[in-house]
């Protein structure tokens, strides 16, 4: 039975069929999916089971009613969930603003490649060529081929076997004699020894958790090449079973990965099974392990590529990320107190001398035709606090206040820079725009050249 994609992006709207329609039966809003009642019901109770309760994070999915119809709303994230009726949603970020065949692979294209760059994530190798194959390939069919992958360049190593520990009833002793099972299973049948032995095998918690994973894939993809390919891999895995419990041997597999470098090979491949079992998606929604939810804050993910692109193109510069030296408040009672950290941080030379820049990253859309009342669309609380990072952040000494950078993606609303803030005491800030679909080091030297400006 096929499934059929829906894309949507942050903080779109789900609803039901002819809830949103004019008497015309034209459409009169963006960035909606209208999903058949049943369907609408279906994803309405798998958000419901797998939102986890948190009231310190933005939900990644609400539930409101409108002129008396349900609707869903989508968070500040992106990724895909898949439910059992056979529903997946695909949201992207919020650069998708077109619903076109085109403008949905664009958008693909740069959340892959910006995904590669998250922290603590297995996602360094992702591949965005299958787009351009098939312009409908699934997110979650880019997941797992990428993991096909890794399990492919593992089995190129060889599978590691290892001593376990194994507990059985034997016709003889072997290693340690579990007295008390003993007398509990050979009570009648003195001729049996209940023995606890270490035996080498391939049945190992991590060799578990990869088939256990594998099994898994196989009834998810939708396509032949990764069928066959899960296939092929499963068959490798003969004399392993099925995890029994996934946490467990998770648990297990991690401990053994970090005492023992002749098990790095699996690391990252033991962060792809965490992601696809436990639906790991660095947010408040899980599900249980027979669903599907990858998600992720699109802020995060914005963060975490502008500052891999600063520190790989901003040659000559020792970039800071995330620096925790300054304070908010210098001392209360003998200590400082609340830790200020901007995103970016480093110094330059100037037309003017040395300078030090702080950046902080936004993942908002700014509109620079709104210059009154809307003031661009910039939120009062960001121009706070990068007034308090260059009010409380050390200058070079002798040298002028630092340079305030308040970074944004850019759109088509927002593709040039702004003119200049200017707070007290010679304090600036830039408000600039970052082109996602352009080059990356293009758009660090465009930044870094404003910057040496007076």
């Known amino acids: 039975m096929s499934i059929k994609t829906y894309h949507i992006c942050e903080f779109g709207t789900v609803c039901q069929e002819g809830d949103l329609f004019n008497k015309d039966g034209s459409y009169p809003y963006k960035n909606v999916v209208c999903l058949e009642e049943k369907k609408f019901r279906s994803l309405?109770?798998?958000?419901?089971?797998?939102?986890?309760?948190?009231?310190?994070n933005t939900p990644t999915f609400s539930l409101f009613s409108k002129n008396g119809h349900e609707r869903i709303k989508v968070g500040q994230?992106?990724?895909?969930?898949?439910?059992?009726?056979?529903?997946?949603?695909?949201?992207l970020p919020k650069v998708y603003l077109k619903d076109t065949d085109e403008s949905v692979i664009k958008t693909k294209k740069i959340f892959l490649k910006m995904l590669r760059c998250l922290k603590d994530s297995p996602f360094k190798n992702l591949s965005s060529a299958h787009l351009d194959a098939q312009p409908?390939?699934?997110?979650?069919?880019?997941?797992i081929s990428t993991f096909v992958k890794e399990c492919e360049s593992l089995l190129n190593k060889s599978i590691r076997s290892d001593y376990v520990l194994?507990?059985?009833?034997?016709?003889f002793v072997r290693g340690k004699l579990l007295v008390h099972q003993n007398i509990k299973y050979n009570f009648i049948n003195k001729m049996k020894f209940y023995c606890e032995f270490s035996e080498f095998i391939?049945?190992?918690?991590?060799?578990?958790?990869?088939?256990?994973?594998?099994?898994?894939?196989?009834?998810k993809t939708r396509t032949r090449k990764n069928f066959n390919s899960l296939n092929r891999l499963i068959s490798n895995f003969d004399s392993v079973d099925a995890s029994m419990d996934i946490l467990k041997?998770?648990?297990?597999?991690?401990?053994?990965?970090?005492?023992?470098?002749?098990?790095?090979?699996?690391?990252n491949i033991l962060v792809w099974c965490e992601v696809f079992l436990t639906n790991k998606s660095f947010v408040n929604f899980s599900g249980d392990a027979s669903n599907t939810a990858m998600l992720f804050p699109m802020w995060r993910i914005f963060q975490d590529y502008v500052t891999s692109v600063f520190r790989k193109h901003a040659k000559g510069?020792?970039?800071?990320?995330?620096?925790?030296?300054?304070?908010?408040?210098?001392?209360?009672?003998?200590?400082?107190?609340?830790q200020i950290k901007p995103d970016l941080v480093f110094d330059m030379d100037t037309d003017t001398g040395p300078v030090r820049v702080i950046i902080d990253i936004k993942w908002k859309l700014i509109d620079q035709k709104e210059s009154g009342k809307k003031n661009y669309n910039l939120k009062t609380s960001d121009l706070y606090q990068i007034f308090a990072y260059g009010k409380k952040y050390p200058s070079i000494e002798g040298e002028a206040p630092p340079r305030l950078v308040l970074l944004y993606p850019s759109s088509p609303d927002f593709d040039q820079n702004l003119d200049h803030f200017l707070y007290e005491d010679g304090?600036?800030?830039?408000?600039?725009?970052?082109?996602?679909?352009?080059?990356?080091n293009v758009q660090v030297e465009k930044i870094l050249e404003l910057l040496k400006q007076p």
């Open 136 to 143: 409908d390939f699934p997110i979650l069919e880019v997941f």
């Open 317 to 338: 510069f020792i970039v800071k990320t995330i620096d925790p030296s300054c304070f908010l408040i210098n001392k209360h009672i003998d200590s400082s107190y609340s």
């Open 427 to 440: 304090l600036r800030l830039d408000v600039v725009p970052f082109d996602l679909d352009g080059d990356p």
């Open 249 to 267: 041997d998770l648990i297990d597999s991690k401990k053994i990965c970090n005492n023992n470098n002749l098990y790095l090979p699996y690391k």
């Open 166 to 171: 194994v507990e059985d009833n034997l016709n």
């Open 77 to 91: 994230h992106v990724g895909v969930i898949e439910t059992p009726s056979r529903i997946r949603l695909e949201i």
């Open 44 to 56: 309405r109770e798998f958000i419901l089971k797998s939102q986890n309760p948190d009231i310190l």
């Open 202 to 219: 391939i049945n190992t918690p991590q060799n578990r958790i990869l088939k256990t994973t594998l099994l898994k894939l196989l009834g």
